[in-house]
Nanobody, 123 residues
Framework: QVQLVESGGGLVQAGGSLRLSCAAS????????MGWFRQAPGAEREFVAA???????YYADAVKGRFAVSRDNAKNTVYLQMNSLKPEDTAVYYC?????????????????WGQGTQVTVSS
């Protein structure tokens, strides 16, 4: 099992940047593929980015070119660097972990979730 704790959210003006961190417990972090999802009020949880078993990274079209996902296995941490933020990026951001071989952009693929961190982008 793995436990996930996100941090780094906050209030930022449009055009600004934030870096989210997701710290994982356990000694097998490197064996998990990791994803970032977000959920705005009244909306479904949606895929943002993933870093897969191969090291490949994947992004939702809405964030491609602005967000970057990375991981540091020595620190048991995955990051989401968010640049050029827009008001529509406002949401609670969740990190998730999986050992399955499902689709990287499907919430059902992930068996472990953090509690979420709020990101608010003002116009």
């Amino acid at each position: 099992q793995v436990q996930l704790v996100e941090s780094g959210g906050g209030l930022v003006q449009a055009g600004g940047s934030l870096r989210l961190s997701c710290a994982a417990s356990g000694r097998t972090f490197s064996t998990y593929a990791m994803g970032w999802f977000r959920q705005a009020p009244g909306a479904e949880r949606e895929f943002v980015a993933a870093i897969w078993y191969t090291g490949s990274t994947y992004y939702a079209d809405a964030v491609k070119g602005r967000f970057a996902v990375s991981r540091d296995n020595a620190k048991n941490t995955v990051y989401l660097q968010m640049n050029s933020l827009k008001p529509e990026d406002t949401a609670v951001y969740y990190c998730a972990a999986t050992r399955s071989v499902g689709s990287y952009d499907y919430t059902g693929t992930y068996g472990y979730w953090g509690q979420g961190t709020q990101v608010t982008v003002s116009s």
